[in-house]
């Protein structure tokens, strides 16, 4: 009889210490068998191998009634089907409203493209927006707080006390008179 099997019949017979002793003895086969379940999962899964062991361990020790195992065998085959379930479960608990259902997660950087210019003239940028603050003050602090701040379209309607729909005509237009003004300037001014 192996120890593991010896240590889980002392587990059945009520001896408090020996589930202490189980752990160590079959953490690694335990971690092997997690990560043979988790690398059947999605990669933007948020259980780790070692949270799915540990709470493996939990359901198949800590329980109210002891269990009687016949042998290792049997220990890990209730081990696998206990990380089974909590990947199941955990799936369901995606798959409600509160956790987001259905819906897919997109990176913010996905979905509010940053602008980036690596060759932006910053002078003539500022040039430009010193115009159009002339000629218009909030399109010009919106291009200064998208660009230079980073907001998205739908904190700098907050920042400047406007709806969502007008930051967007606003944003669309400046963003073309600035590209008009820029080019004309580039053209008339070219700067080395």
Do not use: C
């Not at 800590?62 to 220990?75: I, L, M, N, P, Y």
């Not at 944003?171 to 580039?186: F, G, H, K, N, P």
Request: avoid cysteine; hydrophobic fraction near 45%.
């Amino acid at each position: 009889m192996s120890d593991v099997t010896q240590i889980l019949n002392a587990i059945e017979d009520g001896d408090p210490s020996a589930a202490e002793e189980l752990l160590p003895l079959i953490y690694d086969e335990l971690r092997k068998l997690a990560a043979a379940r988790m690398a059947n999962e999605s990669p933007d899964h948020t259980l780790q191998a070692t949270a799915l062991v540990h709470e493996a361990y939990v359901r198949l020790i800590d329980v109210d009634t002891a269990q009687h195992w016949d042998s290792r065998g049997h220990f890990f085959s209730a081990a696998a089907e206990a990380m089974r379930r909590i990947l199941v479960d955990q799936a369901r608990r995606k798959m409600t409203h509160k956790a987001g259902g259905r819906h897919r997660r997109v990176e913010l950087a996905d979905a509010e493209p940053q602008i980036e210019a690596p060759n932006l003239d910053l002078l003539a940028l500022d040039d430009a927006l010193q115009k159009l603050e002339a000629l218009n003050p909030r399109q010009a602090e919106l291009i200064k707080i998208r660009f230079f701040a980073g907001l998205t379209l739908e904190n700098a309607a907050q920042a400047l006390g406007v709806s969502t729909s007008t930051v967007e005509n606003d944003w669309a237009y400046a963003r073309s008179w600035l590209r008009v003004e820029m080019a004309a300037a580039d053209d008339a001014n070219p700067r080395s």
